[in-house]
Every structure is written in structure tokens, then in C-alpha cells.
């Protein structure tokens, strides 16, 4: 345990700004195929990733993706950007997924993180949660919950991330 | 004062590092604490036994994991002081209940410490946490992955599970393979075939005065699972050893588990169909203990999870010892521009589950006091057939529309069978035993709810979400039951800000005195990845549900304040 508190303090001495941007970790997840896929693989040509935390069974999630859902078309034809839905039902509700995306008429990369592995390693405690990653794959930025109307925001940070300029 | 020297030395050394070294890893984390301050109220808790002594009360966590390249560690502190009303009360104190180290390196997997782990659907191995029901089943030991194919991956863990703050006595070992063909085979097309199987064992340090308790206790299961581009269908069966324990009263029979899932997606139309046969399945590492701890497996209970908060005050949960049954769903979006779709689109949900009871012939002994009793024996026979108790039904519609650019409805109608004694007198189920020895029968209620929800965008980022629900049922459990409705009103500006207002009104409550108004007032506000939480009012009794056993969290007055933030 003591040694345990020195590892602590020396990570939180190290000055924050040193520490690297945070990119998505190499942890295994399951496309709706069942095949096994590293989440450090994402890519999408060095345009920006939204990565979207929810569960089939989760309200203002399943609100999110559908309110991007309506304008996902212009963003992707305006910005490039690819949204990856990464659904945290567990075993229970887990074969709903695919029968659910579908009748929802999403058209999102779904993958499915079963025992949320992925989503401890990101430390993601409740969902909806929303990453925003560069095009050299760097957390830029994330938010937490959803309200009608983040979606606007989120789109923004991704016209942002395209023209270049920083994002808070 | 050498303490202080040592900080000094390492935050030194540190800088220095930071400024020679552009890139020392990632250091990430997120923390969350809750507090509740309680106050004084007659009209929901008369006597007081729901008003704590500490008058305020609070938990909460901190995570922090680093990683660099292929090396990750991190951490877990929590505090409880003490936990709130309604929560496990042996949660209390503080300390560090999570750490690990893992590397990955040439498709070698390696944890050392505390880690999550699940084999197939979890019903032999499944390590997992959900924090906000404060249900944590992580082992401490060793977990190994390896994939020396393209498309077969290995697992070997080991390790002690955690009970509270303390671990348990037992071992935990368990080895699961799992081949993906298509992966290693190269299948051209969209059809797949994955197999897995996994053994699972402990081993506990037992005595009991009057029966020979088994040290180790083994587990297997095997799983297929078929994939084509419009049908996916998942098999798992598992089988365990003789394993007596509290749950099952003692007896020495095999158990055996079996969930079969499947599904159908194609455009517009989506369907689900799944079976669960569970027999005498309640797999822990200790044969009594609390009934939330120390779960091995997770049964999985092929039923809706509902979140509207008067429909879940029903929420079903796997009855570990024995149960039967099946749920299908059938999802449908009607298009836009079509006769039902209108100019939006509707969007339909039906879904009917039902749980019954094993048909089981019982085999009891005659003790010596010349009882009949089950323990020590096998304690029955299992026939293939509907049992004698009805668990559960659950039958909902669920009607999506967006009605114009601003206004969108949702509308579910509920009707649930519910039988209490078997969902919440514990972890047994129904002691069915004693039921038919004496001729009694379990008490059962019929539920019929409605949730009507308006989602109205007023202006970009401000929206105003109302929630209309009802519950009638004449089933009253002690101060529990009745008929209920609620109003839930929401406006929030979106990304910062969200006022939330709520009246439960506990109408129809059997016991006069509590046909009370729960009112209660949110505000919440978000500043990045900070998200700040203030409370005010009457909570109703509510009910969590986990592990095979549910809790009932008393009604509680007060002012309650969240903060959640990520870093």
C-alpha cells in the first residue's frame, strides 16, 4: 500500500502538461459481427472521430445518437467525421443491439464492450459519454450527459478541430 | 519530515523528466462524490428508522490510470462516511479497493492486481462493478490474455474476490477459449461461427458440523455463436458440480444453466427472441455470505431494463436457484413519407418476457426432530415442463413519433405480472418448499403503467422534456405499493445548465397516512468535464435490484449535492 501512494505521488508530480494527449488505449471490443477489434485501430484518414458511450437501454444516449442521427449526412459530407457508437449492454441486452441499430437506422460504427473494459480504461462513469478525437487521434475533447442541443456544441468542436483552431 | 524529502526528491526528479522527456505517458482519471443531508420528516418515516444519526452522509471514488505504450496502471480510492441510507452499510471507511499493473506486448496480455473479467454471456466467470448500485465483484490476482492466432484468443485467470473492504477466503481459477473461424479460416462473405469454453473452479476453506462441504467446486460451459448478415443466434450451456450452499438450502444437486439469444435485423424491422433455463445456479465463492457479494457468475435474465422510474419500480431480476423463460421483442420504424410514418418517421417497440418456476419433485429427508428437510440430499428432480409459479410477465408497446421540427412523443403502455415473494424475499426465490408443505400460495400483483413523454425543443439549445407516468396495482408490500402517478418537467440549456422539477404522488398506498406528495427540485450545471449536482426534496422508497436480491432504499427528505468530473 505505501508503495502503491508513492506511484501516486510520483504520477501526479509529474507537471500535467507534460503528459501526452490521451488517445483511446489498445483494449479489445467486438464489432456486431462478433469480431474482436483493438480500439487503438480507429481511424478515419486524419479526419476527426466522435467515439459515443451508450446502451440500448439508456434514454438520453439513445436521444443523442438519434438527434445526430438526423444530421449526420451534412456532417459527414461538411467535416469527414465518423461517429463510433460503442454500446456498454452487457450480456443481458447485448443481442438487442444489432436488431436495435438497425431498426433505428443509424449508420454508425457499433461495437459492443460487454464487461466495459474500454469504457474503465477511458474513465467513463456514466453514460451518454462523448470523446472527440483529432485526426492523429488525440482526446481533444468530452462531455458528459446529454441535453437537446449538445449536439450543436459537439458539431461546432468538430468545425473547429477542421479549421484548425484549438479547442478548450 | 523524510516524507516530505521524499515528495520533494520525486516531484524534482519529475520536472526533470518532464523537461527532457516530451512524452511520460498519459495520466487520466475521474472522481465522484455524493452527499446527502437528511432532515427530520413524520409524514414518510414516522419513527424515525430511516433518519440517520450522522444527519449527512457522503461516498465517493477517485480513478486514476497512466498508461504508456504498451503499459498501463492504475488505481482506485474510495471513501465511505458513511454510505447513504439504502446502500450496503458495510461499505464504510475509505482505502484503495482497486490497483493494477498490465502490459500488452506480441498479442501476450498480462494484469497484475485487480481486474474485470467475463467468459461467454458471464455465466461461469463474470467480474464486474456497477458502481451506483455498489456492487463490485473484482478479483485480486492474475489475469493473462493470449492470442497466438489471428482469431483465437486465450484466458487464464486467477485470484481472490473482493467483499466490501476485505477479500474473500476462496480461489478463484478459471482458463476460456474462444475461436472466431471466420478470423483464422478467412471465411469470404458475412457468415461467422465463433465456439468458446471455459472451466471455472474455487476453492473454499469450509467446515460445517453436520455436512460434508466440497473444498473445490468446479464449473464449465460451452458456447456457439452463428452469424449471418441478417440473423445472429448465441448458445451457452453450463454445468456446475455439487455446490451447497445458504441459497440453495443445502443441497447437493448438479446445476445447470442454459441462455440461448438470437436475433433479427434487417432495414426498418428488428427482432429478438431468447430463452433462459437456470437450474440450481447460484455460483459464489463462499457458500453463505451476504447475499450482493461475492458472485462468481451473472445469469443473464433475458428481460426489458426499464428506466422510466414508476415502471422500474418493478424491474425483474434473475431468481439464481431455478427459473425458466423467454422474452421476444420486435422493433419496427415505419419511414418517413408513409401513411404511419407521417413526415418524421414512428418508430415501435412490442415486447413480451415471462419467468416461471421449474417443475421440480422434490426429494426432502426426515430429520431427526421428524421434519422433512431438504438439506443434505439432492433436493429434487427437475421435469422438463412449466413449473408450478408464475415469476413475471412483462408486456409493453412502445410508440416513438416526432410529431414536427420541435415536438417529439413517446408513449409506452406497461402491464406486468409480478410475483413478490419470489422477486423480493431474497435470494432464494419463493422458498417453494415450504410453500407446497404448506399449502399456501405467493403473493402476486398485476401492474398496468403508462409513461407519456413530450420532448419539446423551444429554441436552439433550450428544450423542456416532460415526463406524465402512472401505475395502478392494488399489491401493497408493508408501506410499499399502491397506485402511483408522476409528473417530471426538465429545462435545460444546453451544454451548461438543466432545472428539474418532480411530483410522485403515492395515491392509491393501502396505509392512508402514506398517500403523500414526493416532491423534490434538481438544478445541474456542467463546466467542461466538471458536472455539478444540487437536490432538494422528497425521494420515494425505491428499489435496487442486483446480485439476486433486491434492497429497498427508504424514503428520505433532504438536500442532496453530486459532483462527477473526468480529467
Redesign the interface.
Known sequence: ?KN?S??????L???????????V??I?IKD?????VDASTFENDGKPIIISFWAT???PCV?ELNAINDQYADWVDETGVKLIAISID????S??V????????WEYDVYLD????LR???????IPHTFLLNGKGEIVW????Y????E??LYEMVEKLINGETI? | MKKIL??IF??S???A???N??????????F?SDFQFYLRDSLIDPNGEAFPDERLLGSGFL?????KG?F??G?RYENYQNNRVGLPGSYQGEG?TY?YARF?KNGFDVTAGNF???F???IIL?A??E?GLGLDNNLDGLRM?YSPIEGL?LKAVIGRQRNYFEKSNSVVRGVDAEW?L??TLGWEG?N?L?IGAGVVSKYQQVSDPNLNLPQNVASAAGRI?F?SEKF?V?GEFAYKANDPSFDNSYIYKKGTAL?V????????????L?LKHYDNFSWRSEPSTDPQQLLIG?L????????YSLPALYSYNTILTGEQGYQA?L???FPRKTAMGGNY?M?VTLSFAQSTSLDKEYTPRTDDNGNEVLSGTDGYTTNIGLGEFNYFHDFHLQVQKKISKKIKITGTYYNFFFNNDALRKGVAGVPEFALIQSGQSPKTFDINAAVVEV?W?IK????L?TEFQTLITEGQDGTFGGDWGLILMEY????KW?VAVQDAYNFGNEIEDLRIHYYSANVGY?H??N?FQLGYGRQQEGVFCVGGICRVVPASNGFTFGI?S?F
Not at chain 2, 480513478?63 to 498508461?67: G, P, T
Not at chain 2, 436475433?263 to 429478438?272: L, P
Not at chain 2, 435545460?492 to 451544454?495: K, R
Open positions: 500500500m502503491l508513492y506511484i501516486l505521488l510520483l504520477s508530480g509529474f507537471s500535467f502538461s507534460s503528459f501526452a494527449q490521451k488517445k488505449p489498445a479489445k456486431l459481427k462478433g469480431n474482436v437501454w439508456c434514454k436521444r452487457d450480456s443481458r441486452l443481442s438487442k444489432r436488431p436495435f441499430v438497425s431498426s433505428q437506422g460487454e464487461n466495459s473494459e474503465r480504461s477511458l474513465n467513463v462513469n456514466n468530452e462531455h458528459n450527459g441535453f437537446p442541443g449538445d450543436d456544441h478548450e | 521524499n515528495l520525486l516531484l526528479l519529475s520536472q523528466f518532464a523537461q522527456n516530451e512524452s511520460v505517458g498519459q495520466l487520466s482519471g475521474n465522484q480513478n486514476l490510470n497512466y498508461r504498451n498501463m496502471a488505481m484503495i490497483r500488452i474485470y473479467e467475463q461467454g454471456s458471464g463474470r464486474f462493478e458502481r490474455l484468443t472466431n471466420k478470423s458475412y461467422n465463433i455463436n452469424i445472429n448465441f441462455f439469444t438470437s436475433s433479427y435485423s434487417d432495414g426498418n424491422v428488428g427482432a429478438t431468447s451473472f443473464p435474465s433475458a428481460t426489458t431494463l426499464h428506466t421483442e422493433f419496427y420504424n418517421g418508430k420532448l425543443k436552439p439549445k433550450h428544450s422534456r435545460s440549456i444546453a451544454p438543466f456542467t467542461g468535464t458536472k462527477t473526468n
